[in-house]
């Protein structure tokens, strides 16, 4: 448990004393100003009141009461010192042993009792020590206390206090505006009866959960006076006054509704944007679809030769953007691309249209990398003009083969590597002094996603680039 901080006497304190006694009077004054202190000095209930209550007079710091007084009851003249603003703390003198008198000073808030005993003055500098500190750290108590009581009637949220029993000793203003209950109307009622029925179960748990977890919120629904539901997070803590004392419970609940409100709007609208967007991917690759047919049955009408190979590949090309809509309808995160089963599908869908079904096998190594729309694209014909590229010149004459795809992360780039264990690249080959579109194209594509191919012939054809812009 935290303490308080030490709080150090002031350096010189204005006492006033009321004491009858001249000679006690006298003494108690000497022993004080030797201690740091001024000290007035009044001999009864009437002259006492007046130095309270002079405004020209600089306030005192503490009253040092004498019991027996010429002029009444001392009782009065305590009421006065502590009614002064800012508060005179009362310490309280007599010279009677009767306990009666002592219960009532410190029922009446007297800050401290001292016994006219012999050489009872060589106390008071002590006790006048200890009461400054008590009074300064008082001061400082109830400036928190008042700051924290206008921070609670103030606040928005509705914040209870019940006993260890859940009985409701206090709840802020909020709860009218919250729950269109008049918080008098609240005290001594079970503190459950502030949520929901079905929800009562939850607050408990929040309490057992209390000790362990203080920082554990929940959503709990309150039925307001009108008949509708609010949606509060809930917060309990518990407080202990003092060591032995059963601890109060505290409730705070923020209104969330308008928030979930919003929030469910929100969710609809992304639900309603996601159906639309998915059957926009759906009808771009049926319309790529149809266009693809439409190649290939050109395609048929053809004799073999350059134009019929041109319209082929352009098929294939369309074919490679349908697949990227294709799995992007049918991926749960429409905003990206995976990569594997995109590749794979690519793959087998080239060696269906050829000649090469059966006879050339897949080797796919790729990480689980993803792609936006707009990279999805050029890398998806990229990879379809390479592997093209291999299942024409790689295995002539019926041969079998493996093709490899490789897609991994490196520092800073995506490396794509492409490879075949067929009859490798021509003597003198240049892919960028050639005749071939295809090349051309894959040439450029890869510098789009800020790389530059590579061929290499060795135990067949290897072709890679690191692209930077994936």
Same mark, same amino acid.
């Given at each position: 448990m935290s303490t308080l901080p030490e709080v150090p006497a002031p350096a010189l304190s204005r006492v @006033? @004393? $009321?004491?009858? &006694? *001249? #000679?006690t009077a006298e003494l108690v004054r000497r022993k004080l100003i030797r201690a740091g202190y001024t $000290?007035?000095? =009044?001999p009864c209930v009437k002259d006492g009141l007046k130095a309270l209550t002079d405004k020209a007079e600089k306030a005192y710091d503490v009253l040092l009461l004498d019991y027996m @007084?010429?002029? #009444? +009851?001392?009782w009065e003249l305590a009421d006065a010192a502590q009614s002064c603003v800012p508060e005179v703390p009362v310490v309280f003198v007599t010279g009677m042993s009767n306990e009666n008198v002592a219960i009532e000073a410190l029922r009446r808030g007297f800050a401290d009792y001292v016994k006219k005993s012999e050489g009872f003055w060589d106390e008071l500098p002590a006790v006048l020590e200890r009461v400054a500190r008590l009074n300064r750290i008082k001061g400082r108590l109830d400036e928190t206390s008042a700051l924290m009581g206008a921070i609670v009637e103030h606040s928005s949220d509705l914040v209870a206090v019940c006993t260890g029993e859940g009985c409701l000793v206090y709840l802020s203003p909020a709860c009218y505006s919250l729950l269109g209950v008049p918080a008098l109307e609240m005290i001594n009622k079970p503190w459950t009866e502030l949520v929901h029925p079905e929800d009562r179960a939850a607050l408990l748990s929040l309490l057992v959960? *209390? +000790?362990n977890n203080p920082a554990q919120i929940t959503t709990l629904r309150c039925s307001r006076r009108d008949g509708a539901v609010a949606l509060m997070e809930a917060r309990v803590a518990l407080l202990q006054a003092t060591a032995g004392t059963q601890p109060m419970i505290v409730l705070t609940l923020h209104d969330v509704t308008e928030q979930r409100e919003y929030e &469910? +709007?929100?969710? =609809?609208s992304l639900r309603e944007k996601e159906v639309l967007l998915r059957e926009v991917y759906h009808r771009v690759k049926?319309? %790529? +679809?149809v266009i693809q047919s439409l190649l290939r049955m050109r395609a048929r009408t053809l004799p073999e030769g350059? =134009?019929?190979e041109a319209i082929e590949t352009t098929g294939e090309r369309v074919h490679a953007m349908a697949m990227v809509h294709e799995r992007l309808y049918q991926m749960k995160d429409l905003a990206s691309l995976e990569l594997e089963g995109y590749l794979r599908d690519m793959f087998n869908g080239a060696v269906s249209s !050829? !000649? =090469? %079904? #059966?006879?050339? %096998? @897949?080797?796919l190594d790729c990480e689980g990398i993803s792609l936006t729309l707009d990279r999805a694209i050029p890398f998806g014909l990229l990879v379809n003009e390479l592997l093209s590229n291999s299942l024409k010149h790689a295995f002539p004459n019926g041969r079998s083969g493996t093709i490899g795809i490789s897609v991994r992360r490196i520092e800073g780039a995506v490396r794509l590597t492409i490879t075949d264990n067929g009859i490798g690249l021509p003597a003198g080959f240049e892919p960028d002094k050639g005749n071939s579109m295809g090349l051309k194209l894959a040439i450029s594509l890869a510098q789009q996603l800020g790389g530059k191919l590579e061929f290499v012939s060795e135990n067949g054809c290897r072709m890679q680039t690191d692209l930077t812009r994936l």
């Open positions: @006033l @004393l $009321v004491e009858d &006694d *001249a #000679g $000290v007035d000095t =009044a @007084l010429p002029d #009444g +009851q001392p959960n *209390a +000790q &469910d +709007q929100m969710q =609809a049926n319309n %790529l +679809q350059e =134009a019929k !050829s !000649s =090469a %079904l #059966g006879r050339i %096998l @897949l080797d």
